[in-house]
């Protein structure tokens, strides 16, 4: 490493290492060390002071540089992993190039690389974690957060741009400045008429080589119940199903079936319909279908693995955000499991309406037990601690759900329906009356209605229907911005 970068550090005594004023614990300083020498150019460049984010694909670091008249600047360096597909790695980078640095969209500056490291330079915007401001906000701060989220989103979809990840960790919020950026186009993709050419070489790359047996083949084979489903949607829901086999569980009847391209097996599923997943259901191969992203945020297509999703699934998660913002509850909805997701979403929109919504996309879901579709308003204020709990929210027996195409049952969730009972007053809202501001200055005894209609139309089950980010920025809510 070049030393001259570094020399303003000196070593303290507890294990930390000083720069300046902040103290930086061992190993990120070793993770820095190791940043210097996979990629040296930076040294030139970057004092590298901190770390200041770390996920499954990426740590990013706070850096500081010299300009060229003498200023000194911040920047975000975003190291992705090396194991990145280099198509992933230059996709991520020609969103940020392309549609990045305006309308709330993280721009690049650079990008240094050696060998397999590649070095993302963003301009570095402070901001906090939603999960630590979530409880001060005033209403009018949530207002102009989801409006300047909408923003950022509309000028990503027009490029045909969909996101994928869209969760408060990855839309940097300023407080102070009422400064606002979507990052991590990590897991973006294109719309089929997308202007980003390096989305389109992305189709295909994660798909995992193609099976003998899989769905993709019975749809081409088109196998009698799969058609007359695929064409008459009220027959969707039959109380017998007949359907092909992975070979996984039935390994004697699959072999002897491999050489051939269709396969026709009239075996019956005894599950349908009921809230078990039969031997024969849970040996078909899950359909492949995009599933990036982060549970609790995740649009019904997605959780229930539609193959056709579109922008609207960001518009989904802005909503997701939103309703979290409403309560003041962050997250929301936190699974670990899609089925759990989905039955956390039909908790508070209802599983008749979920049911419905999905057949439109041609899945059926299953659930074990109705749930109603809840008032938002009285859901957001109650959970706010603004009307007393009306039972409603609390006590809800075990409930299971499964989804399904007309192919397949794709996947089985035990759920605990109960998270709206974790969302407790008490547990959940730790910070929430902590500052000194009364309900009352931060105007959330006046949400206006237009906020939770707003909600009702991004939280829509139906992507069809679902509000478009720039329909969103049209609403009443937003009239005077
Ligand atoms: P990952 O793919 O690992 O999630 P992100 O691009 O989301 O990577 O960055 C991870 C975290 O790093 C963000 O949640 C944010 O806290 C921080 N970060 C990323 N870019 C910037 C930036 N330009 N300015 C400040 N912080 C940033
Ligand atoms: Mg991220
Ligand atoms: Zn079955």
Redesign the pocket.
């Known amino acids: 490493m070049d030393s001259s970068v570094v020399c303003t550090e000196t070593f303290a005594t507890d294990g930390c290492i000083m720069s300046g004023n902040q103290k930086i614990p061992r190993d990120v300083e070793s993770d820095i060390e190791s940043l210097y020498k996979a990629v040296p150019q930076l040294t030139k460049t970057f004092r590298i002071i901190d770390k200041?984010?770390?996920?499954?694909?990426?740590s990013?670091y706070l850096g500081e540089a010299q300009m060229r008249d003498g200023s000194r600047d911040m920047f975000?360096l975003?190291h992705l992993i090396p194991t990145s597909h280099p198509t992933r790695i230059a996709a991520e980078l020609q969103c940020l190039t392309v549609a990045g640095g305006r309308e709330n969209v993280?721009g690049v500056e650079y990008c240094f690389r050696k060998e397999d490291h590649v070095v993302i330079v963003?301009?570095?915007?402070e901001?906090k974690a939603i999960v630590d401001i979530i409880g001060s906000l005033s209403f009018e701060e949530v207002r102009l957060y989801i409006y300047h989220l909408l923003k950022a989103l509309r000028h990503i979809h027009q490029f045909g741009i969909i996101h994928r990840d869209v969760k408060p960790?990855?839309f940097?919020y300023n407080r102070k400045a009422k400064k606002f950026?979507l990052?991590?186009f990590?897991l973006a993709q294109g719309t089929a008429d997308t202007q980003i050419e390096l989305l389109k070489d992305l189709v295909g790359l994660r798909k995992p080589s193609r099976p003998v047996f899989s769905e993709r083949n019975l749809n081409n084979c088109a196998s009698p119940t799969t058609t007359v489903k695929q064409e008459t949607k009220t027959q969707l829901v039959k109380p017998v199903k007949t359907g092909a086999l992975s070979s996984r569980s039935f390994p004697a009847t699959a072999r002897t079936q491999k050489t051939q391209r269709t396969v026709h097996l009239p075996l019956t599923c005894n599950c349908f319909q009921t809230d078990r997943v039969c031997n024969i259901c849970l040996s078909r191969k899950q359909q492949v279908a995009p599933r990036a992203g982060t549970p609790g945020f995740r649009a019904p297509e997605v959780l229930t693995k539609c193959p056709n999703q579109g922008t609207a699934i960001d518009v989904w998660s802005a909503g997701v955000i939103f309703l979290s913002l409403l309560s003041g509850r962050y997250p929301f909805f936190k699974a670990n499991d899609d089925m759990v997701a989905l039955t956390q979403i039909m908790t508070i929109r209802g599983s008749r309406e979920t049911i419905r919504a999905a057949k439109e996309f041609g899945k059926v879901v299953l659930c074990s037990r109705e749930l109603p579709r809840l008032d938002l308003k009285v859901l957001c204020e109650t959970l706010r601690g603004q009307r007393p709990e009306e039972g409603t929210l609390s006590s809800k027996p075990r409930v299971e759900c499964k989804a399904s195409d007309q192919r397949s049952e794709t996947q089985v969730g035990k759920t605990p329906p109960l998270f709206l009972k974790s969302l407790d007053k008490k547990t959940a809202q730790p910070s929430l009356r902590k500052d000194c501001l009364t309900h009352d200055e931060r105007g959330w005894d006046t949400v206006p209605d237009e906020a939770y209609d707003l909600l009702d139309r991004l939280l829509d089950l139906n992507p069809t229907t679902r509000f478009t980010a720039a329909q969103a920025l049209e609403h009443p809510l937003f009239e005077n911005l």
Do not use: R
Not at 52 to 58: A, K, L, P, V
């Open positions: 200041i984010g770390e996920g499954t694909f990426s990013v975000a975003k993280m963003m301009p570095y915007m901001h960790n990855n940097l950026a990052v991590d990590g």
